[in-house]
Every structure is written in structure tokens, then in C-alpha cells.
Nanobody
């Protein structure tokens, strides 16, 4: 079993920044690939960023240059630094990981960007 707990969401104005964090617990290594997805109202969940066991990163085109995913191996944690936030970034952000054939998700954290 793996548990994921996100934190750091909130409400910001356009151009603002937020840092999301996700801590994993259970039988999981600190280098297990992890990812951030988001879901806006009425839309499907979409990939935002991911980081693999070698800390290679990948981003959705819409967030490249604005978001940065990073990890703390000892804490089995992953972070998402979000800068220059836009209204289109509004949604519930989910931390996830795939471990031993099963997808795990956190409970989600709300991010709201407004003018």
C-alpha cells in the first residue's frame, strides 16, 4: 500500500506562484517515478509534469517554462513549483505514482488562479 498526501494549494492572482508538495508513505522507494496531474471542472484529468527514477522530467506543453517538478529522495517527496500562473491552471492537482502494477493517487489539492 502507498499513501500520497498533497499540500500547498490555494488561491492566487494571475502571475502569482504556488508550490505544491506530495509526500509518499508505505512500501515505496524515494526514486519511484511520480507525477502531477490536474483536473479542471468539466474536463478530464491531464498530465502536468512527471519525474522518473533518474530524475528525468517531462512537462505538458502548457506549463513548460513556468512549472518545475523536483523530488526529495530521502523524504519520498515530490514538489511542483508553479510560477506565472494563469486562469487556465485552475483545477484540482493530484499527485500520483505507479507502483507494482497499481496506480495510486493523493486526495488532491485545489489551485485557483483569478484576476
Amino acid at each position: 500500500q502507498v499513501q500520497l498526501v498533497e499540500s500547498g494549494g490555494g488561491s492566487v492572482q494571475i502571475g502569482g506562484s504556488l508550490r505544491l508538495s506530495c509526500v509518499a508513505s508505505g512500501r515505496i522507494s524515494g526514486i519511484n517515478p511520480m507525477h502531477w496531474y490536474r483536473q479542471a471542472p468539466g474536463r478530464e484529468r491531464e498530465l502536468v509534469a512527471r519525474i522518473d527514477g533518474l530524475s528525468t522530467t517531462d512537462y505538458a506543453d502548457s506549463v513548460k517554462g513556468r512549472f518545475t517538478i523536483s523530488r526529495e529522495i530521502r523524504k519520498t517527496a515530490v514538489h511542483l513549483q508553479m510560477n506565472s500562473l494563469e486562469p487556465g491552471d485552475t483545477g484540482v492537482y493530484y499527485c500520483g505514482t505507479y507502483y507494482r502494477g497499481r496506480q495510486y493517487w493523493g486526495q488532491g489539492t485545489q489551485v485557483t488562479v483569478s484576476s
